[in-house]
C-alpha cells in the first residue's frame, strides 16, 4: 500500500516567519494530495490541495508544490500567525483512499 | 449549515458493551468513510463505503463493523469495546474520491 512519510514531526517558528512541511510518497499511482489542518479536539479541515497534473498551487500564504518524479510534497506558510498553530497532516490519495502522514506539530511563537 | 454530522459527540461505554456510533451528511456523496484517530496520530481508515460496496481494511479488527442502510447514513458499530478503542471516530465523506469532507468526531471512552 501507499506509504507516506512526513517532515518534521514538530516545528516552532517565529511570527511572521515562514513555515516548509515535507512529505514524499511511494506509489507513483496516488494522483491526489490534500493538506489538513486539525486543531486539538477538532475536525481536520482541508486548506489546500494539488493533484497530479499540477505543480504547485497557492491560496494566500499558502502554498504547495508537487514533484512527481521525485514522489515528494511540500506545504509552504508564509508570514506565520498564532493562528496557524495547528498540527498539519499531508495526504496521499489512490483508489478513493488517503493514506496520511503521521503530522507536523506547528508552534507559532508570538 | 452542517454537511457531516456525527452523534453522539461524545460517548462512554463500558468495557465489552455495544456501542453505534452514527454519521449522517446532506451532500449526497456516494464514498463514506469511517477512521479511527488517536492521540496525536493520524487518522486511521477503518473502512470505506464506494455507495453500497463495502471495503474493510486488511487491519481492522473484527470488533468493529459497519453499516449503510441508505445513501445519507453510516453506522459504526463496535461489538465488544476493549480499553484499547477509546479515541476519536471521525466519519468522512466524499463525491468520487475527491475532496474529503470530515465530521466532527465522536470521542469514544471505554470505562
Known amino acids: 500500500g501507499e506509504n507516506v512519510e512526513q517532515h518534521p514531526s514538530t516545528l516552532s517558528v517565529q511570527e511572521g516567519d515562514s513555515a516548509v512541511i515535507k512529505c514524499t510518497y511511494s506509489?507513483?499511482?496516488?494522483?491526489?494530495f490534500p493538506w489538513y489542518k486539525q486543531e486539538l479536539g477538532k475536525r481536520p479541515q482541508l486548506i489546500i490541495d494539488?493533484?497530479?497534473?499540477?505543480g504547485e498551487k497557492k491560496d494566500q500564504r499558502i502554498a504547495v508544490t508537487l514533484n512527481k518524479t521525485a514522489k515528494h510534497f511540500s506545504l509552504h506558510i508564509t508570514e506565520t500567525q498564532p493562528e496557524d498553530s495547528a498540527v498539519y497532516f499531508c495526504a496521499a490519495s489512490k483508489d478513493y483512499k488517503l493514506s496520511f502522514g503521521a503530522g507536523t506539530t506547528v508552534t507559532v511563537r508570538a | 449549515d452542517a454537511m457531516v454530522i456525527q452523534n453522539p459527540r461524545y460517548q462512554v461505554t463500558q468495557f465489552g458493551k455495544p456501542v453505534t456510533l452514527s454519521c449522517s451528511q446532506t451532500l449526497n456523496h456516494n464514498v463514506m468513510y469511517w477512521y479511527q484517530q488517536k492521540s496525536s496520530q493520524a487518522p486511521k481508515l477503518l473502512f470505506h463505503y464506494y455507495d453500497k460496496d463495502f471495503n474493510n481494511e486488511a487491519d481492522t479488527p473484527d470488533n468493529f463493523q459497519s453499516r449503510r442502510p441508505n445513501t445519507s447514513f453510516c453506522f459504526l458499530d463496535i461489538r465488544s469495546p476493549g480499553l484499547g478503542d477509546a479515541a476519536m471516530y471521525l466519519c468522512?465523506?466524499?463525491?468520487?474520491?475527491?475532496?474529503?469532507?470530515f465530521g466532527p468526531g465522536t470521542r469514544l471512552t471505554v470505562t
Open positions: 506509489d507513483s499511482a496516488s494522483n491526489y
Open positions: 468522512a465523506t466524499s463525491s468520487w474520491g475527491d475532496e474529503q469532507y
Open positions: 494539488i493533484r497530479s497534473n499540477v
